[in-house]
């Protein structure tokens, strides 16, 4: 059986490490495309030339024309510009914006069968616009965020409790930026939920708090450290686990910028909701119970991410 095709489009600091975990997982053969002429060319070779010493099957290509991602079984999309230091992600949003119209259209002539995974930011809003650009299902569009701050929260509690990230699981929902909702209720360590292990003395509320707010500023702390560019491989890694979920048929749950049509009382916008990702793409979202305060966070969220939505119609009249 012939390999999966993986199209990574956008050759930058996450596209390369994509590209450099797809192969070293061997999940398919990869193409790196961008604008820049060269760039994916050298990307693609430079990894290729890894595969001995790490002895991976997988054919790597560089390219800067659609018609090289044509039947791609997956398209993760980074193409677009990050943030510098003192920029939200918002700011990106013009930019972006006319990237992902050139992407969607790209996407939909050449790979309309692929599972779509947007990392673009502002995440929430490109990939609703990546979506309606390229027309393709619903289910078959989605946008990673969720994943990537989940982990950071994860990461940031196993510091804290001082156990092994293995053992620490957390929910990141809501849209991917500075209002996002870690959820503290269902998030545990082996099961043990941390309102449990504050009760236990393991931390107290004021330290708890402090973790839910830096993993909110997960990301500017990195762009503040590097300053020339944001975070790349947590997003890479991120975002190869949906792909991997994908392609294996896992059924994983994950939370991640999912199509809401009903659920949790959303129609019709990407928000970050608890999926089920399996060969169908986004198979189902799971519609968890939120307390008062917890709806009164994700709907704060979500209108945030609303507004973004509405600036992008106001940009783009085709969106209206
Ligand atoms: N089509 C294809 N590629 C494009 C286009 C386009 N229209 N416009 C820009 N690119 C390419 C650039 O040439 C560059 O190689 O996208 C790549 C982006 O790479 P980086 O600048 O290194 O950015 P990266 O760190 O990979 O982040 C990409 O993901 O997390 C988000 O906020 C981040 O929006 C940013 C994106």
């Known amino acids: 059986m012939a390999r999966p095709k993986i199209a ?12 450099h975990l797809a192969a070293i997982k061997e999940l398919g053969d990869i193409v790196l495309f961008d604008i820049a002429e060269g760039t994916p060319q050298g990307k693609a070779l430079d990894i290729a030339e890894s595969g001995p010493s790490e002895g991976f099957d997988a054919a790597l290509k560089g390219a800067n024309d659609y018609a090289d991602i044509a039947g791609a079984d997956v398209c993760i999309v980074t193409a677009g510009v990050p943030r510098k230091p003192g920029m939200s992600r918002d700011d990106l949003l013009g930019i972006n914006l006319k990237v992902m119209k050139a992407v969607g259209e790209g996407i939909a002539a050449n790979a309309p ?34 994943v990537l701050d989940s982990a950071r929260f994860r990461h940031f509690l196993s510091l804290e409790f001082n156990v092994s990230m293995k053992d620490v699981t957390a929910f ?20 043990i939920p941390l ?4 009760k236990m003395g393991w931390t107290t509320q004021d330290k708890l708090d402090a973790i839910v707010q830096r993993t909110r500023d997960g990301g500017a702390e990195i762009v503040g450290l590097l300053k ?10 991120s975002a190869i686990e949906m792909a991997e979920a994908y392609l294996k048929d896992q059924k994983r749950l994950l939370p991640c910028a999912a199509w809401c049509d009903g659920e949790f009382g959303l129609k019709g916008f990407y928000v970050g909701v608890p999926t089920i990702i399996g060969a169908g ?17 994700f709907d704060n969220s979500v209108n945030a991410v609303k507004g973004l939505v509405e600036a992008c119609k106001g940009i783009d009249e085709s969106l209206a």
């Open 8 to 19: 990574l489009i956008g050759a930058g600091q996450i596209g390369g490490t994509l590209a």
């Open 113 to 146: 069968d692929a599972f779509v995974i947007c990392i673009t930011n502002p995440l929430d809003a490109m990939v609703w616009a990546l979506r309606e650009f390229s027309g393709l299902p619903h289910a078959k569009v989605c946008g990673m965020a969720g």
């Open 172 to 191: 990141v929902l809501g849209g991917h930026g500075d209002t996002m909702v870690p959820l503290t209720r269902y998030s545990t360590v082996a099961g």
């Open 195 to 198: 309102p449990d292990l504050v």
């Open 228 to 237: 020339t560019g944001s975070a790349f491989y947590a997003p890479a890694t």
């Open 281 to 297: 793409g986004i198979e189902r979202i799971v519609d968890i119970k939120m307390t008062k305060d917890e709806q009164a966070m």
